[in-house]
């Protein structure tokens, strides 16, 4: 027995343009730009029920092609400073933040794990990690 999928990638120019809009009212709200879901549907320029009707079944789709995400493990001196260097110097090497995990320092020791996505502009990962070694503080670091 064939299961139906769940999920279709469907070009927007075949679809009724009110999903584009449902898109676009979802993105005022989560951006701030808007406070309510009435005055996003009206920016939008669709109905409060035409929003309430897709909301939860329609989602933009990202290329992500060009971009990977790591993971990188660090072992940080618990001195001031040492991450916010580390975060400058991914940042410096064209990386976006997705998370940052700081444990509690032991024995003058934080474990941290950072998540970045880097796309085609960074020169590469072992370059970052070489980068990353030369910060005052920075123990060791990985990638997991």
Not at 52 to 74: C, M, S, W
Not at 118 to 143: C, F, N, P, R, Y
Request: hydrophobic letters at 40%.
């Amino acid at each position: 027995m064939n299961a139906k999928p769940q999920f279709l990638l469907v070009n927007p120019k075949v679809l009724p343009d009110v999903f584009e809009k449902v898109i676009e009212a979802k993105r005022l709200l989560a951006s701030g730009k808007v406070k309510t879901s009435s005055e996003a549907s009206k920016s939008a320029g669709i109905s409060r029920s035409v929003f309430y009707k897709y909301k939860d079944h329609v989602f933009p789709y990202e290329d992500q092609a060009g971009n990977r995400i790591i993971t990188l493990g660090l072992r940080l001196s618990d001195e001031p400073g040492v991450l916010s260097s580390v975060l400058t110097e991914l940042y410096r090497n064209g990386a976006n933040l997705l998370t940052v995990n700081q444990n509690i320092p032991n024995d003058g020791i934080a474990n941290v794990t950072v998540s970045v996505i880097i796309g085609d502009s960074v020169a590469g990962v072992e370059e970052m990690i070489e980068a990353l070694s030369t910060i005052h503080g920075v123990i060791e670091s990985k990638t997991i």
